[in-house]
């Protein structure tokens, strides 16, 4: 089975400054699927952004970034400029594309303070 | 479009009542997940629908839970009996399943449930 690992359980990062949030994960599958979902105090789940394993370029969504690293099996997301409404709960997620569509396999999080 | 609704937001159970929760997933999409997320940790997978057959029920905790999508749209997760660990919030989570390789899950609100 897969695990996901986050070790950070919070971050804290001035407001415009950078911050990385590490995450690392565990599988003996070639292809997979890699995500950074949001979670503000809302409780919605959002997508922040997403990483096919079969790519090699690293996925950028405006001021998000990731660091996959396949052979480490490790999968970074990095938050430039950061903004006051980035403060959140961060899942980093795995899911297998095996047998059309699986359930996502979630870390336990990093809760990310935003410092004004 | 409408995103996934859930109903009830918050819901307050003794010890031993039946709940009901339900999730509205967003119209046409195929795939439907439920998923349990208890206080401080992240979601983990209960139970997964495509249209009305209920394909992966593994992640259940135990026969109290049961979950049902008899027209393949709204579902319906039902807790009996309620115990104080029971006490979490619940995702649901929509996707079109169209594609070989469909990934993006949308998520619902979640249902915060306390069982006093």
């Known amino acids: 089975a897969q695990t996901v690992t986050q070790s950070q359980p919070e971050m804290s990062v001035q407001e415009a400054e950078t911050v990385t949030l590490s995450c690392t994960y565990d599988t003996s599958e070639s292809d997979y699927y890699l995500f950074w979902y949001k979670q503000p105090p809302s409780r919605q789940m959002i997508l922040v952004i997403r990483?096919?394993?079969?790519?090699?370029q690293n996925a950028t969504e405006n001021r998000f970034s990731v660091n996959f690293q396949k052979a480490a099996k490790s999968f970074s997301l990095k938050i430039s400029d950061s903004q006051l409404g980035d403060a959140a709960m961060y899942f980093c997620a795995y899911r297998s594309p095996i047998s059309g569509n699986t359930p996502l396999v979630f870390g336990k999080g990093t809760r990310l303070s935003v410092i004004a | 479009g409408a995103g996934v609704s859930q109903s009830p937001r918050y819901k307050v159970a003794k010890r031993g009542q039946d709940v009901a929760l339900r999730c509205d997933p967003i119209?046409?999409?195929?795939?439907l997940f439920w998923y349990q997320q208890a206080l401080g940790q992240g979601p983990e997978f209960l139970t997964y629908f495509q249209n009305e057959a209920q394909l992966d029920k593994s992640g259940l905790p135990s026969d109290r839970f049961f979950a049902e999508r008899p027209e393949g749209s709204v579902s319906t997760l039902k807790i009996q009996r309620t115990q104080q660990e029971d006490s979490a919030v619940y995702l649901c989570?929509?996707?079109?399943?169209?594609?070989?390789?469909?990934?993006?899950?949308?998520f619902g609100p979640g249902t915060r449930l306390t069982v006093t």
């Open positions: 989570a929509s996707s079109a399943a169209e594609q070989v390789r469909a990934y993006e899950q949308y």
């Open positions: 990483q096919e394993a079969y790519k090699q």
């Open positions: 119209s046409g999409h195929v795939s």
